[in-house]
């Protein structure tokens, strides 16, 4: 999990972290915050999530917990940064990391120096972690998401020279370039845990959009990332989701959206995210979004797969890739999904196209390329095998196969080895929730394309059903 301070455990510091939180509660009232007396900003360290909102009586649906005025949200617009640095700056996430860098350095200056107090200093996201505790996730498709690299350069070429730039104002003298660079990880850490996607004024529709900086490109003109102070305090559970942010002309409103009992944790939710992306942005891992996971198969390694088993010339295989990148079919990888996730098909159509491309004999293929049409999203005998040696492969790719019945692993001591700090060992612990997860979605998709086409139930072709394209849920 995220923390302020991981090296606190004197019984004084552990007073500081209640003395910060109620510093920080007092603080937002000040500046017109409505808390209501039902709930309480709560220290939830035992249960490994920093703070957490309780309630301290029984709550009906639909009740306000809080209103945040849209005047304590820090955004770039409402940040104190001066107005010729507001205008340099036209990336939404690279702005409000500035803008945080900017209130940060200015300590007791900046209006939000009691919820920095509360907010976390180090992060167990992957971003942060040793190259041997990255290899734990060796094969999973998150290692390739991190984006540390990128993220360095855009603070070296824009963050910093734009901060160098106004120095004084920043309160910057005397930190190296290193230290700029971890200071903007810091807060983009913290934005992608912590920012909400906020409706600007005008839009009042209710949404509950908390969000990573992924999605700042679809960004419509109407949004604005932004820290909204207690909104961001909640933690997240996909399945006991009680609670739901509304965006109002001058504040923002949290409410219950189911009866609460005292005493039960209030939680936002993230979305249908799968284990690995939680992980990724938020730096933990729980079972409840397990229903969500997914794996990634590169086209590359379907293409690798494809030439091997089919015989086929390189020639061949480029031509079939050609033509369905035309027709929009081609994704650099396609997701895998649950066999039982009820939203979502195991197998997409865009996949089930391209193994059957793949799979058809060339002059089955030559007159569908003729007529320029595709071949059916379904998986026929020759489709599944192909698809079936694929996930085989792709199961290669990880750094030890996880018996998703009891998780245990090849080199399952290294989690219990002693001279693993306890840090280490959590973050490797979740390395291997995370890559279990995904391992489990291989078995799952492994058996189901085995039983679709089990010599037993005598040698049928595969329908539309069997893949999901009808709509219909699949049972697992
Ligand atoms: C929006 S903040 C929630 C407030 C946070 N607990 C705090 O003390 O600042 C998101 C962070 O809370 C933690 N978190 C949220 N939901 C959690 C959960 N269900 N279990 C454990 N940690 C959780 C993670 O560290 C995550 O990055």
Known sequence: MASEDVSMTSTEE????????????????????????????ADRRLQGAGRGVL???????????????????????????????????????????????????????????????????EFDTPMFWSNDELNCLRGSAVVEKIGKLSADRAFREQVIPMIRQHATAFH????????????????????????FDVEKPSTTDAHDQEDGWEEDEEESESMSKGMIPLADMLNADADRNNAMLYYE??????????????????????????????????????????????VEV????????????????DQDLERRVRYLDEEEILDESYDISRS??????????????????????????ENLQRKRKLPRPALEQSSAGLLSAVLHKRQGLYKDTVNPENGTRGDAGTINDVTVEPRSAHRRGMAQQVIQGE?????????????????TSGKRKATEADTGNTGKKQKG
């Open 340 to 365: 039982h996730n009820e939203d979502t098909k195991p197998f997409s159509d865009e996949l089930c196209i391209l193994l059957s491309a793949l799979a058809l004999p060339a002059v089955e293929f």
């Open 249 to 294: 002309e001058d504040k923002v409103v949290m409410k219950s959206i189911r009866a609460i009992k005292v005493g039960e944790e209030i939680f936002n939710d993230y979305g249908p995210l799968p284990s690995a992306d939680v992980f990724r942005r938020y730096g933990y891992v729980t079972s409840n979004y397990a229903q969500y996971d997914v």
């Open 172 to 195: 910057v003298g005397g930190m190296s370039d290193d230290d700029l660079v971890s200071l903007c990880h810091r807060m983009g850490s913290t934005i992608m845990a912590y920012a």
């Open 55 to 121: 309630a301290k009586t029984d709550i009906a649906e639909d009740e306000e917990l809080f209103a945040v005025p849209r005047s304590s949200i820090l955004t770039i617009a409402t940040s104190n940064l001066p107005a010729e640095v507001k205008t340099q700056l036209d990336d939404p996430w690279l702005g409000l990391i500035a803008a945080m860098v900017y209130e940060y350095q200015r300590g007791s200056e900046s209006m939000w120096e009691r919820y920095f107090a509360v907010l976390p200093l």
């Open 14 to 41: 552990v007073d500081d972290f209640e003395i910060r939180t109620h510093s920080f509660v007092a603080w937002l009232q000040q500046h017109g915050a409505v808390i209501s007396s039902s709930i309480e900003l």
């Open 298 to 313: 590169s086209t590359q390694l379907i293409k690798d797969v494809a030439k091997e088993q089919m015989k086929m010339s």
């Open 439 to 455: 391992q489990s979605v291989l078995f799952e998709a492994l058996a189901m394309l085995t039983e679709m086409h089990a010599p």
